[in-house]
């Protein structure tokens, strides 16, 4: 059914990818274009039930929309929201803040992620267990592991019992209220718990990796370190880089664990991008400013898409 | 984070050995790190359960001490709540619908994406991080105006399609690399024989790439299961919530009911756990299935 | 934009084929919805009133059922449904069904809140109701929530702090329950002395450190009308002389008003700023000889008269009903007292505020005397209806940053100084 599209146009891949066969032009440059409508359905769902409340985001974002004039028509105020959101100085902190725990996240989540899925792509009940604690951390609500973490940080906590316990610090360390840690807590607790999802990906993307693949080289003597860098990091490098999207787009959206945790706290010194723009919309019930802060994080975010999509074509072109 | 120092010893392993890489090797640095990671996820889960089985009273004065009388209360509470297996089947319902029809439209285009190279695919890809990054919170309002609509408010019906729009992306670009993985001889070679395209996704893509397949269900699955601010929302009765919001009933502005909470926490997550074991052994036959030549 | 709905083209086909074909897979993999009770939208019955709240506590939810119990035996055929929605969600979700024209007919939400569901169109004006109701001069102003001349809800009860002790450890130092600061100060000394934790309170940074904070503020002479930087500071250096001195831990700072009582209640701190609300968990899980005496704050101290006020949904269906189901429950003498037998919420009705159950127990007495002495309108009036929840947050973070101890006095009062200004011209 797509002929008349593709036959028209020659796959410019094809052309530009000497190595492959030209045996059957015409029909390859069909079969990859027709490809493009098994993602049709997505398309049209996506049009439907995301693609409008995006366009929605972006119309609060330039309207002056609260709590009185939700359901009334929006009145168009231009880059007011962006402006007031700015001025009220919260958002530079919430800026740098967001960076510093993206930052965190997103290493910690795809380092400990794959370590967590190379140590466990044995077959031990060992590793079956620690996998299946993994996983259910990650299927508790933020509310449940947030809650558990501010317990074990607290005060008269777990972890600080063992801190003056073994008599690491003679007081109890301000892992949640002082400014210098809050941030850096939350940050790490968020990322224990994306740890789980990265090594459920990654370890899947390892045992896909050929056994021979590995014999070979052992043969050639390599030891585990080399198997590692040489074959099973190059192998997972396709899904490295879409967890680090995942993983970046998580951190960057995520707040609840900063909404159990802290609130934001000491005074704005956990405040993210994403948690500020919720406090806008759902505290001050700021529509327009909430919107404009989310749209604000939806740009910088699209930075990365169009780094992400253009890495991927160009690595693929090679490969 | 150190992964493995390399070791002398890398040469012990026997290249006699059918499958060497899932024996045991470097035991003395991989397996402490093996229970590095346990302790790093099975203390707090210790602590969720400790709790749970704590007075309310005890909760905060033996925070971090093993001395309290055990008791079952929060359980036998949680248990009798009127509507707890209403709840529960409610939420078996939604994240299954949801993992079947977001797997149904994700996996095509991701295999669409993963296997044309054009312009458009940039623009999807795109899109899809940008549709991945929207809060969830700035769906609530416009989708609640369309179910209103189309009378889908009060429906699971409702909640499935909020939640599978939301995880479409996620999904898509979970399974693009799996497909990626398949080496396109495969289909080429099948295509000359004269399959059809469907033919071939069905009868070769699928099952090489259905270690990717399995784990993004499993993915949806929990993330469905767990998902509660469109349950809260989309469902106007209170019969019709599904466990996650019956969780979020244990917080409230006037009391944390902390060994309900936990014990709500560990009963909601055991489907979880008996849906992985299952999908832990097809990720493990996942192996030598995808050696297929 | 395309996807423009209105109510009369409300269908249930589908337009668009990707969209159906979603939607029967859907359909067809799951089932229908079991049940349906006590969904705003559908519900034509008249007979039946939908009740939404937020109340998960046992003894609270136990008040609804009781209301529920008592309405519907007062009116034969009438059922009650109580919807419990999480307090997080209540707004929004209130909000959002506005825009779809749903919504229940009886809505009970924290007072605090009312200007904002009125501004957001999610209650009715229930001005004549009101004007005709014959006990209304039972009611003190401050629990009426008014807008721009309109009356939207009321509160059947209020909710305010006081200061719970623990007598155990007063008797041990050898102090009385304080009735001035200086009081608080030197006995906070002597039981820090003694090894003690001195009092818990919530430092959040948003409404509920706003709430705790203000007594402590006002009683060193700050207040809306007229935002001084002085009295602020003064009052930010007492704070932070209770962090430095360890009577006040800088860990409340993460605490919502809930984990400040258990920790007192658990039998190490002497004081805790909170609620009556919490005389049930007190009761079930303090092993200890304790009291409650009113906040120590002064003349000019003030106690913010909480509470949840109870309106019309701006949608109900039968908004004479649901106002019966008011009248006869919470606004009733009746209702009232069920209220305070089960949770020991202070009636709002003078006559009911007045019954020997208040006077009698010692410590309702003192939350009663409190709320005489220095209770105040929640949120301030000075505030405008659109800034209350800004204000709200401004102080808390404040509020937080001082106890957190990111700030010096001097700054914090300036920043909130500057913070107020633009809210309070509005």
Same mark, same amino acid.
Not at chain 2, 120 to 126: A, Q, S, V, Y
Not at chain 3, 305 to 330: C, D, M, R, V
């Given at each position: 059914?797509?002929?008349?599209?593709?036959?028209?146009?020659?796959?410019?891949?094809?052309?530009?990818?000497?190595?492959?066969?030209?045996?059957?032009?015409?029909? %390859?440059?069909?079969?990859?274009?027709?490809?493009?409508?098994?993602?049709?359905?997505?398309?049209?769902?996506?049009?439907?039930?995301?693609?409008?409340?995006?366009?929605?985001?972006?119309?609060?974002?330039?309207?002056?929309?609260?709590?009185?004039?939700?359901?009334?028509?929006?009145?168009?105020?231009?880059?007011?929201?962006?402006?007031?959101?700015?001025?009220?100085?919260?958002? #530079?902190?919430?800026?740098?803040?967001?960076?510093?725990?993206?930052?965190?996240?997103? #290493?910690?989540?795809?380092?400990?992620?794959?370590?967590?899925?190379?140590?466990?792509?044995?077959?031990?009940?060992?590793?079956?267990?620690?996998?299946?604690?993994?996983?259910?951390?990650?299927?508790?609500?933020?509310?449940?592991?947030?809650?558990?973490?501010?317990?074990?940080?607290?005060?008269?906590?777990?972890?600080?019992?063992?801190?003056?316990?073994?008599?690491?610090?003679?007081?109890?360390?301000?892992?949640?209220?002082?400014?210098?840690?809050?941030?850096?807590?939350?940050?790490?607790?968020?990322?224990?718990?994306?740890?789980?999802?990265?090594?459920?990906?990654?370890?899947?993307?390892?045992?896909?990796?050929?056994?021979?693949?590995?014999?070979?080289?052992?043969? =050639?003597?390599?030891?585990?370190?080399?198997?590692?860098?040489?074959? &099973?990091?190059?192998?997972?490098?396709?899904?490295?880089?879409?967890?680090?999207?995942?993983?970046?787009?998580?951190?960057?959206?995520?707040?609840?664990?900063?909404?159990?945790?802290?609130?934001?706290?000491?005074?704005?010194?956990?405040?993210?991008?994403?948690?500020?723009?919720?406090?806008?919309?759902? !505290?001050?019930?700021?529509?327009?400013?909430?919107?404009?802060?989310? #749209?604000?994080?939806?740009?910088?975010?699209?930075?990365?898409?169009?780094?992400?999509?253009?890495?991927?074509?160009?690595?693929?072109?090679?490969? | 984070?150190?992964?493995? &120092?390399?070791?002398?010893?890398?040469?012990?392993?026997?290249?006699?050995?059918?499958?060497?890489?899932?024996?045991?090797?470097?035991?003395?640095?991989?397996?402490?790190?093996?229970?590095?990671?346990?302790?790093?996820?099975?203390?707090?889960?210790?602590?969720?359960?400790?709790?749970?089985?704590?007075?309310?009273?005890?909760?905060?004065?033996?925070?971090?001490?093993?001395?309290?009388?055990?008791?079952?209360?929060?359980?036998?509470?949680?248990?009798?709540?009127?509507?707890?297996?209403?709840?529960?089947?409610?939420?078996?319902?939604?994240?299954?619908?949801?993992?079947?029809?977001?797997?149904? @439209?994700?996996?095509?285009?991701? *295999?669409?994406?993963?296997?044309?190279?054009?312009?458009?695919?940039?623009?999807?890809?795109?899109?899809?991080?940008?549709?991945?990054?929207?809060?969830?919170?700035?769906?609530?309002?416009?989708?609640?105006? &369309?179910?209103?609509?189309?009378?889908?408010?009060?429906?699971?019906?409702?909640?499935?399609?909020?939640?599978?729009?939301?995880?479409?992306?996620?999904?898509?670009?979970?399974?693009?690399?799996?497909?990626?993985?398949?080496?396109?001889?495969?289909?080429?070679?099948?295509?000359?024989?004269?399959?059809?395209?469907? %033919?071939?996704?069905?009868? /070769?893509?699928?099952?090489?790439?259905?270690?990717?397949?399995?784990?993004?269900?499993?993915? !949806?699955?929990?993330?469905?299961?767990?998902?509660?601010?469109?349950?809260?929302?989309?469902?106007?009765?209170?019969?019709?919530?599904?466990?996650?919001?019956?969780?979020?009933?244990?917080?409230?502005?006037?009391?944390?009911?902390?060994?309900?909470?936990?014990?709500?926490?560990?009963?909601?997550?055991?489907? /979880?756990?008996?849906?992985?074991?299952?999908?832990?052994?097809?990720?493990?036959?996942?192996?030598?299935?995808?050696?297929?030549? | 934009?395309?996807?423009?709905?209105?109510?009369?083209?409300?269908? %249930?086909?589908?337009?668009?084929?990707?969209?159906?074909?979603?939607?029967?897979?859907?359909?067809?993999?799951?089932?229908?919805?079991?049940?349906?009770?006590?969904?705003?939208?559908?519900?034509? =019955?008249?007979?039946?009133?939908?009740?939404?709240?937020?109340?998960?506590?046992?003894?609270?939810?136990?008040?609804?059922?009781?209301?529920?119990?008592?309405?519907?035996?007062?009116?034969?055929?009438? +059922? @009650?449904?109580?919807?419990?929605?999480? *307090?997080?969600?209540?707004?929004?979700?209130?909000?959002?069904? !506005?825009?779809?024209?749903?919504?229940? =007919?009886?809505?009970?939400?924290?007072?605090?809140?009312?200007?904002?569901?009125?501004?957001?169109?999610?209650?009715?004006?229930?001005?004549?109701?009101?004007?005709?109701?014959?006990?209304?001069?039972?009611?003190?102003?401050?629990?009426?929530?008014?807008?721009?001349? =309109?009356?939207?809800?009321?509160?059947?009860?209020?909710?305010?702090?006081?200061?719970?002790?623990?007598?155990?450890?007063?008797?041990?130092?050898? #102090?009385?329950?304080? +009735?001035?600061?200086?009081?608080?100060?030197?006995?906070?000394?002597?039981?820090?002395?003694?090894?003690?934790?001195? /009092? +818990?309170?919530?430092?959040?940074?948003?409404?509920?450190?706003?709430?705790?904070?203000?007594?402590?503020?006002?009683?060193?002479?700050?207040?809306?009308?007229?935002?001084?930087?002085?009295?602020?500071?003064?009052?930010?250096?007492?704070?932070?002389?209770?962090?430095?001195?360890?009577?006040?831990?800088?860990?409340? !700072?993460?605490?919502?008003?809930?984990?400040?009582?258990?920790?007192?209640?658990?039998?190490?701190?002497?004081?805790?700023?909170?609620?009556?609300?919490?005389?049930?968990?007190?009761?079930?899980?303090?092993?200890?000889?304790?009291?409650?005496?009113?906040?120590?704050?002064?003349?000019?101290?003030?106690?913010?008269?909480?509470?949840?006020?109870?309106?019309?949904?701006?949608?109900?269906?039968?908004?004479?009903?649901?106002?019966?189901?008011?009248?006869? +429950? *919470?606004?009733?003498?009746?209702?009232?007292?069920?209220?305070?037998?089960?949770?020991?919420?202070?009636?709002?009705?003078?006559?009911?505020?007045?019954?020997?159950?208040?006077?009698?127990?010692?410590?309702?007495?003192?939350?009663?005397?409190?709320?005489?002495?220095?209770?105040?309108? *929640?949120?301030?009036?000075?505030?405008?209806?659109?800034? @209350?929840?800004?204000?709200?947050?401004?102080?808390?973070?404040?509020?937080?940053?001082? /106890?957190?101890?990111?700030?010096?006095?001097?700054?914090?009062?300036?920043?909130? &100084?500057?913070?107020?200004?633009?809210?309070?011209?509005?």
């Amino acid at each position: 059914m797509s002929a008349d599209l593709t036959a028209a146009r020659p796959s410019r891949r094809l052309s530009a990818s000497p190595g492959h066969t030209r045996r059957f032009p015409r029909r %390859r440059s069909l079969s990859r274009r027709g490809k493009l409508l098994f993602a049709l359905p997505a398309g049209v769902f996506l049009l439907i039930f995301s693609f409008f409340p995006l366009a929605q985001l972006g119309r609060m974002s330039v309207s002056d929309v609260s709590a009185r004039t939700l359901n009334s028509p929006w009145e168009f105020v231009g880059a007011d929201n962006f402006v007031g959101s700015a001025t009220q100085g919260s958002l #530079v902190p919430a800026f740098g803040n967001t960076v510093v725990f993206v930052l965190i996240v997103t #290493v910690i989540g795809l380092i400990g992620g794959l370590a967590a899925a190379i140590l466990l792509s044995t077959s031990t009940w060992l590793s079956a267990f620690v996998l299946g604690l993994m996983v259910f951390i990650w299927a508790l609500p933020p509310v449940v592991n947030g809650s558990v973490w501010k317990f074990l940080l607290g005060d008269a906590g777990l972890i600080n019992s063992i801190i003056t316990g073994i008599g690491l610090s003679p007081t109890a360390v301000p892992f949640l209220y002082d400014e210098r840690f809050a941030l850096l807590s939350v940050a790490i607790v968020n990322s224990w718990a994306v740890v789980p999802f990265n090594a459920l990906v990654f370890r899947a993307a390892i045992l896909g990796i050929p056994g021979e693949t590995f014999e070979a080289a052992r043969i =050639d003597g390599a030891n585990r370190w080399q198997e590692i860098w040489h074959m &099973i990091v190059p192998a997972v490098r396709p899904t490295t880089l879409v967890l680090a999207v995942l993983t970046i787009v998580y951190a960057f959206r995520s707040f609840d664990f900063i909404f159990v945790m802290t609130y934001g706290g000491p005074g704005v010194a956990t405040n993210t991008l994403p948690f500020l723009s919720y406090l806008q919309a759902f !505290v001050r019930f700021d529509f327009g400013m909430g919107a404009a802060t989310a #749209v604000i994080s939806v740009l910088l975010v699209l930075v990365l898409a169009v780094i992400y999509a253009r890495s991927v074509r160009s690595e693929e072109a090679h490969s | 984070m150190s992964i493995v &120092i390399p070791r002398a010893d890398a040469t012990a392993s026997a290249p006699s050995s059918p499958q060497p890489r899932r024996k045991k090797r470097f035991e003395p640095v991989a397996g402490p790190l093996r229970v590095v990671l346990l302790l790093i996820y099975a203390v707090p889960i210790l602590f969720i359960v400790l709790t749970s089985l704590k007075q309310p009273g005890d909760v905060i004065s033996s925070q971090s001490s093993f001395l309290f009388t055990p008791t079952l209360d929060a359980y036998t509470n949680v248990l009798s709540t009127s509507g707890l297996f209403v709840a529960m089947q409610q939420s078996l319902v939604i994240a299954a619908g949801t993992t079947a029809l977001t797997l149904l @439209v994700a996996i095509p285009a991701g *295999y669409g994406l993963a296997r044309v190279d054009s312009r458009i695919t940039t623009i999807g890809l795109g899109l899809l991080i940008v549709l991945q990054m929207v809060p969830q919170t700035a769906n609530v309002i416009p989708l609640y105006q &369309i179910f209103g609509a189309w009378g889908l408010l009060d429906q699971n019906a409702g909640v499935i399609i909020a939640d599978t729009a939301l995880l479409i992306p996620f999904a898509t670009l979970l399974l693009r690399p799996f497909f990626r993985a398949v080496p396109e001889a495969l289909e080429e070679a099948a295509s000359i024989d004269g399959a059809s395209i469907p %033919r071939t996704f069905w009868s /070769i893509m699928l099952p090489i790439a259905r270690n990717g397949v399995a784990t993004t269900g499993t993915l !949806v699955f929990l993330l469905s299961w767990g998902e509660f601010l469109y349950a809260v929302n989309f469902f106007l009765s209170p019969g019709n919530y599904p466990l996650s919001a019956l969780l979020a009933q244990q917080v409230s502005a006037f009391g944390i009911n902390w060994p309900g909470l936990m014990a709500l926490g560990v009963i909601t997550s055991i489907p /979880i756990l008996i849906l992985f074991t299952f999908t832990y052994r097809l990720l493990r036959e996942g192996l030598t299935l995808g050696a297929v030549k | 934009m395309a996807l423009k709905f209105s109510r009369s083209r409300r269908t %249930r086909s589908l337009p668009l084929i990707g969209g159906a074909i979603a939607v029967s897979a859907a359909l067809a993999l799951t089932g229908c919805t079991p049940s349906s009770s006590g969904g705003a939208g559908d519900n034509g =019955d008249s007979d039946t009133i939908t009740v939404w709240h937020y109340f998960s506590d046992e003894n609270q939810v136990k008040v609804m059922t009781d209301y529920k119990d008592l309405f519907e035996k007062n009116n034969d055929g009438v +059922t @009650v449904d109580n919807v419990f929605v999480p *307090y997080d969600q209540l707004n929004s979700k209130l909000i959002s069904a !506005v825009g779809s024209k749903t919504g229940p =007919d009886v809505v009970v939400f924290n007072g605090a809140d009312a200007s904002t569901l009125a501004l957001g169109g999610a209650l009715a004006p229930i001005t004549d109701q009101w004007d005709g109701f014959d006990d209304k001069s039972e009611f003190p102003e401050s629990v009426v929530h008014s807008l721009e001349g =309109d009356v939207y809800a009321a509160q059947g009860y209020v909710n305010l702090l006081g200061l719970w002790y623990n007598k155990d450890i007063l008797d041990e130092a050898g #102090v009385q329950p304080p +009735t001035t600061m200086d009081e608080l100060n030197s006995a906070l000394d002597a039981v820090t002395a003694a090894g003690k934790g001195g /009092i +818990t309170l919530s430092g959040l940074p948003q409404s509920q450190g706003e709430w705790q904070a203000y007594p402590w503020l006002s009683s060193f002479g700050f207040n809306y009308d007229d935002p001084q930087a002085a009295p602020l500071e003064e009052a930010f250096a007492a704070i932070q002389d209770w962090t430095a001195s360890g009577a006040l831990t800088r860990e409340s !700072v993460t605490w919502d008003q809930t984990v400040p009582f258990q920790t007192w209640a658990a039998g190490n701190v002497a004081f805790a700023e909170n609620g009556n609300w919490q005389i049930g968990t007190a009761r079930s899980d303090a092993k200890f000889n304790y009291g409650v005496v009113p906040l120590p704050v002064g003349e000019d101290g003030q106690v913010y008269l909480g509470g949840e006020g109870q309106g019309i949904g701006a949608f109900s269906k039968n908004p004479e009903l649901a106002w019966k189901y008011l009248e006869e +429950t *919470y606004f009733s003498a009746e209702g009232q007292a069920i209220a305070l037998k089960d949770v020991g919420s202070i009636p709002s009705r003078g006559d009911a505020a007045s019954a020997p159950e208040v006077t009698d127990d010692p410590i309702l007495k003192a939350f009663a005397q409190s709320l005489a002495d220095n209770g105040a309108n *929640y949120p301030a009036p000075a505030v405008p209806a659109e800034a @209350v929840a800004d204000q709200q947050l401004a102080v808390g973070q404040v509020w937080s940053a001082v /106890i957190g101890g990111q700030m010096t006095p001097k700054d914090a009062a300036a920043k909130l &100084i500057a913070d107020l200004e633009p809210l309070l011209a509005k």
